[in-house]
């Protein structure tokens, strides 16, 4: 609040001829999508529906000094107050894509001549760029509803999308309209200079500006505002930045040029750009909202947009460090402005082309971070906002004098019914007060014997405006209030019945008074109950939840019964008793172990506990549970429908409070007991021979530790029995369970095995490395070995069915089953091998040469021819024979190679030579 001598506080009321105007000039409101709001003079805000104005970003608004609405304007149409296109209204060189697109001025000392200034935008080369232009609106015209008698009368040949207006003073009541756009007489792509035009009463708009250099601004995109008070000036410019300024109401000048630097962004991503901007009444906060620059492509996706809204102390040495980011999330950029009522709205969209049905609003703006008391979307609204809201002139916002008396910044004022209040203005000598109630004007005998006090007793919006009668017009000083008298709740008596500590009757009993506060309050949410010692409500009692109730004094509980939002009152009585009932420690049935967790711990569902005690005990009162008789009986961690016995494996006490109508009629133990389920082996596999069937083998249950008889048993084939004899595979399963009716399931799994069938062998002989493969089937899993002909091992038991570097001779295969040992499988192979030399010389040793791998079994048909060197045939050898003894008609033929010729049985053909050594 501004204090009774800050002699620049500027105010514009339609109390005196002095000043011409007031707030009540923007009392309504129409933007977005056929969007519109009015303020009403009981303070109120309702929605307008009416409006034929549709745009994306700029639109203004115009009401008369008792706020009926005059016309409006995206800045190209003109309608009037009953929302038909004013004559000659249309074709204006405004732009709905432009910021700020236009802004209504009244000519000072003519409430009939209006100045609509307008700002273009431009989208490119086909899209000309018509720079900063007037037109003027009669109001005295067409039987009161208005014409444009002047149009766009060029004043800037280019400028960017702000326009800005103040009151100069309050005795020539001219007005600034202040724009940014370049150097008239430099073009360039820079918006680098202010210009300010002066509206007298005179002659009007003056043509000649008073310009003030700027920074080189290229982003024409963001709002332009005046504070208040007419002293700063504030430039949002997109990405070109944002720009605090002084301003000198006197002269028109733009000085003191400083950057506000925004911190803000989004963990770092999505970088925050101004673009609404607006100042508090009372000229030292400002508040921006900012939004993410997307890429093209996402321009029009909602997920893609983030904005934020902050405020930034004035009157902080480095204003950019003062930032207080209020509100961020997902949004589009929207425009800012101050109400009549001293709130704060901001549009709001979900990308450039969707708009929202809301406006949020900051409640308090004179006070610093969260205490501005933001609400996002908090006015509901038919039609969609879009980015913009109407501009006016700042002046109609000026800041009121406290009249409340508590040094509070907010002009409003929340009282109870049946109070009263008294407003305080300054006390002036030879001053006059004129008080107003919702527009208003009191008679002299509201005021008794002070005209600068007035006693309120009912709800309203309260304004005095006080001529001090000095001829100063600057002087002159206005208050307003918005007072509430909210209703006073209901407060109930109750009887709260509470169950003995100890079963003894008198003694002291602690009690939970909270457990009253329903009845108390009516079951009214927005109500709360405090408690007190004594019928004044002076003496509090400092813990209700363990109050310590004497049965053998039994006193009244006085109450306070308080509505949480509005802080009105009402008192009632709460009357304590005790109650001896005694409810018996009751048992339910005991929960097995869960299967997985076997920890003693299960989970209880009280519920069905509760249905238990209610019928042994033959009542339907309801039941609560709780882990200690402590919070029973003071009713407090309520165990709710279902409890875990985490604290006491096996066996946990807890307490059932049982209750008559709120009253405890008493409380019992509640014994909750988890029963070990049967300890038995893991699920087993097993595996039967196919060979041995039918014989038996046999499936065990599996206790572990224990008695089998112990227990009872059922198995997936019908039997009972902790044994069974099975010999077919297959899945077999028991359910094993104790004396405590707990079971637990045992899974064995039968599969079969078997001996091998040995289908092939296949040898690869008569080569460096001579080979046999086995080729088997069957249900087991085979390991192979080799024997030769005189049963010593070659090689042992593998895996593999493969043996190499097998030396010519007769062998026998082995495969045995190893998976579960059913046996072994046989069969005789032979590798077929010629010796490279033989030494007849009778001394038992290689004294014949004969084919390795022929027998009677192998190959007995094969045909043995051997030659000389000269390839005359020497002998043709019996392959079942002993061989060739290197005789020739009874003669030793000499040392030397001999060649020979085979054919094997099977068709196979070798020739090769030997060596006869003696």
Request: with cysteine; proline share 5%; glycine share 8%.
């Amino acid at each position: 609040m501004l204090s009774i001598n800050k002699k620049t506080l500027l105010t514009f009321a339609l109390f005196s001829t002095i000043i011409c105007f007031s707030q009540k000039e923007a009392a309504n409101w129409y933007f977005g999508d056929n969007a519109g709001i009015r303020f009403n003079n009981n303070g109120t805000v309702t929605e307008l529906t009416d409006g034929k104005l549709s745009t994306t970003e700029g639109c203004t608004t115009i009401s008369d000094a008792n706020g009926n609405l005059l016309f409006y304007t995206d800045g190209v149409t003109v309608w009037n107050k009953n929302h038909d296109a004013m004559a000659n209204g249309f074709g204006l060189f405004g732009d709905p894509s432009s910021t700020q697109s236009a802004i209504v001025v009244p000519k000072p000392n003519n409430p009939n001549i209006y100045y609509i200034f307008t700002v273009d935008a431009s989208a490119g080369q086909n899209d000309p760029d018509f720079g900063f232009n007037y037109s003027i609106v009669d109001m005295t015209l067409n039987g009161g509803l208005g014409n444009v008698t002047t149009k766009n009368s060029n004043l800037l040949p280019v400028s960017s999308e702000k326009v800005t207006a103040v009151v100069k003073d309050c005795v020539s009541q001219s007005i600034w309209v202040i724009t940014l756009a370049p150097n008239s007489t430099k073009p360039s792509d820079f918006h680098d200079t202010f210009f300010a035009y002066e509206v007298n009463s005179s002659i009007g708009l003056v043509p000649i500006p008073i310009t003030s250099k700027a920074a080189n601004i290229v982003d024409p995109r963001g709002y332009l505002k005046l504070s208040p008070d007419g002293t700063k000036l504030v430039s949002a410019n997109a990405t070109s930045g944002l720009f605090i300024y002084d301003f000198n109401k006197e002269t028109g000048v733009v000085s003191n040029e400083k950057p506000i630097h925004i911190n803000f962004s989004l963990n770092g991503q999505k970088p925050q750009i101004p673009y609404g901007v607006e100042f508090s009444q009372s000229n030292e906060l400002l508040y921006i909202s900012t939004y993410y620059e997307t890429n093209e492509d996402e321009g029009h996706n909602p997920n893609a947009q983030y904005g934020a809204l902050l405020q930034y102390d004035l009157t902080a040495t480095n204003i950019s460090d003062s930032e207080f980011v209020i509100d961020h999330r997902k949004t589009y950029r929207g425009g800012l402005q101050l109400g009549p009522n001293g709130k704060i709205y901001r549009a709001m969209n979900t990308s450039y082309i969707v708009g929202l049905p809301y406006l949020s609003v900051i409640n308090e703006p004179n006070n610093i971070g969260a205490a501005c008391n933001y609400v996002h979307s908090s006015l509901k609204l038919s039609h969609n906002a879009r980015q913009g809201l109407p501009p006016f002139i700042t002046s109609f916002f000026s800041e009121k004098i406290d009249i409340i008396g508590n040094d509070s910044k907010s002009t409003e004022l929340f009282l109870c019914e049946g109070d009263s209040y008294t407003l305080k203005s300054p006390e002036i000598s030879g001053a006059t007060y004129i008080w107003k109630k919702n527009g208003v004007t009191l008679p002299d005998n509201t005021f008794e014997l002070k005209p600068f006090e007035l006693k309120v007793t009912e709800t309203g919006l309260y304004e005095v405006f006080i001529d001090p009668n000095t001829g100063e017009c600057d002087k002159t000083l206005e208050g307003l209030v918005d007072i509430t008298f909210h209703p006073n709740p209901v407060a109930y008596n109750y009887t709260l019945t509470q169950c003995d500590e100890d079963g003894i009757v008198g003694g002291i009993t602690r009690i939970n008074l909270n457990e009253a506060s329903t009845y108390l309050t009516g079951n009214d949410t927005e109500l709360s109950a405090s408690f007190y010692y004594d019928v004044a409500r002076m003496d509090e009692i400092p813990n209700p939840n363990t109050y310590g109730f004497d049965a053998n004094n039994p006193l009244p509980v006085y109450v306070k019964v308080i509505n949480t939002k509005t802080g009105c009152f009402d008192f009632s009585e709460l009357t304590l008793t005790v109650s001896i009932t005694q409810i018996n420690t009751f048992t339910p049935k005991p929960l097995c172990d869960e299967l997985g967790s076997e920890d003693g711990i299960n989970t209880f569902n009280l519920d069905a506990i509760t249905n238990e005690i209610q019928t042994v005990n033959n009542f339907t009162f309801p039941i609560t549970y709780f882990e200690t008789y402590d919070d029973a009986l003071l009713e407090q961690n309520n165990l709710g429908s279902f409890f875990k016995n985490n604290k006491h494996p096996y066996l946990q006490t807890i307490f059932a409070r049982v209750e008559n109508n709120n009253n405890c009629y008493g409380i019992s133990e509640v014994n909750l007991i988890v029963n070990k389920l049967p300890t038995i082996e893991a699920d087993e596999e097993k595996w039967y021979c196919l060979n041995y069937a039918p014989q038996l083998i046999t499936l065990n249950a599996g206790i572990i530790n224990d008695i089998p008889s112990n227990y009872a048993y059922k198995w997936s084939t019908g039997e009972n029995t902790p044994e069974i004899d099975i010999n077919t595979p297959g899945i077999y399963t028991v359910t094993v369970t104790n004396a405590n009716g707990c079971s637990k399931d045992r899974k064995i799994t039968v599969k079969p095995s078997n001996i091998a069938t040995i289908e092939d062998i296949d040898v690869k002989d008569v080569t460096r490395n001579n080979t046999i493969t086995v080729f088997v089937s069957g249900e087991g899993t085979y390991q192979y070995a080799l024997f030769n002909e005189n049963k010593e091992l070659i090689a042992p038991y593998q895996d593999s069915n493969l043996f190499e570097n097998i030396r010519p001779g007769f062998y026998t295969v082995y495969v045995k089953d190893v998976k579960n040992n059913c046996g072994f499988s046989e069969d005789n192979v032979s590798v077929i091998g010629f010796p490279k030399v033989f030494t007849p010389n009778g001394d038992g040793f290689n004294d014949t040469w004969q084919v390795y791998g022929v027998s009677s079994m192998f190959q007995p048909h094969t045909k043995i021819l051997i030659f000389d060197r000269f390839g005359k045939l020497i002998k043709e050898i019996n392959p079942l024979g002993k061989g060739w003894d290197g005789l020739f008609n009874g003669n030793e033929l000499p040392v030397d190679d001999y060649w020979f010729s085979i054919k094997l049985q099977d068709g196979r053909v070798f020739k090769n030579h030997f060596t006869l050594k003696r």
